[in-house]
């Protein structure tokens, strides 16, 4: 018998939906949505219908976490001995 894939499941040659790889990533649909219509995430369109591989993912997270931004650290040049 023939095992059962879980939509869960992201196989190398897995094609998600847009529910099922906002699931994997964790994010609300409507934004996955919406960076799909700015073109910001990597996708792939079968005709109106929008996929995404595992490689789309890993490059979805891997661009967002070089978007993390630290602020500069703060130092005080201000005249010194001063009460």
Do not use: N
């Amino acid at each position: 018998m023939a095992e059962v894939e879980r939509p869960d499941e992201v196989g190398p040659d897995r094609l998600l939906t847009i529910p099922e790889a906002a699931r994997v990533l964790a994010v609300p649909e409507s934004w996955l949505r919406e960076r799909v219509r700015l073109r910001r995430v990597p996708h792939r369109r079968l005709g109106k219908h929008v996929r995404f591989t595992a490689q789309d993912l890993e490059l979805i997270v891997e661009k967002a976490a070089q978007q993390v931004v630290v602020p500069a650290r703060r130092t005080f040049h201000g005249r010194q001995g001063l009460r």
